[in-house]
């Protein structure tokens, strides 16, 4: 049913700043509000209201289709012009939606660096969730995700699930010590994919972006480093090397 994730949503009162900011960061060209990375879209939005990551928008072959699959699934949607808009309850108040995608979409021209100094692509999206199991049967069972890990890691104090789409990997997190509830999931945070994450990194630091120093990630063969500024409030991490799940 899904194929791909064909964009996320950024809201924020500021968004001509927020577009600005989010070339800088990933070193691209917007048009019209929209930043296209290889396996991905970033679509920045005006909101008289906290900046925030609103929503994400999958892609599939055929939107009729997977409007039948999803009513057999028991997942409430709405058709809305070109999408299908999922039922809050259902996502757990996560705002998700499906468009018909059957052609790809031209990465954003480098802005002003080559492109190996530039961001490539998105990595993976986080989605803090205080109830794993309902996570996954809802990215797993109702969406067909593909569920590549489940791990619980007593020293990051987290349980992880990585959800295989396309290109990309859904990650939900669960706080181990918060325990589970019935309570909304959240839509969280980046990890943006760097070709060469030193050059890139030299990049950002020149601009005068706020950014960690590079350091491993935890997957083996993987650095990554952390954005403090021009995020739009988003907690953001670019990765790169060539570990990935």
Partial sequence: MITSLDHLVLRASFDEAAVQAYETLLGRKATDGRLQLDNVGLVIESEAATAHLAAMVFATDDLDKAARLLERRAVPATREGERLLLGLEATHRV???????????????????????????LDHVVIRTPNPERAVAFYGGRLGLDLRLDRSN???????????????????????????????????????RAADIARAHARLKKTGIEISPLRDGRRPGTQVFSVQSHTANVPTIVIGGLGRW
């Fill in 95 to 121: 705002p998700i939606a499906l468009i018909q995608r059957n052609d790809r979409l031209q990465s954003s021209r480098p802005l002003g660096a080559n492109e190996a100094a530039s961001i490539a692509g």
């Fill in 154 to 192: 007593p020293q990051w104090g987290a349980r992880l699930l990585f959800f295989r789409c396309g290109d990309l990997v859904v990650e939900v997190v669960h706080d181990l010590a918060k325990g589970v509830s019935d309570g909304p999931d959240r839509l969280w945070g980046l990890s943006w």
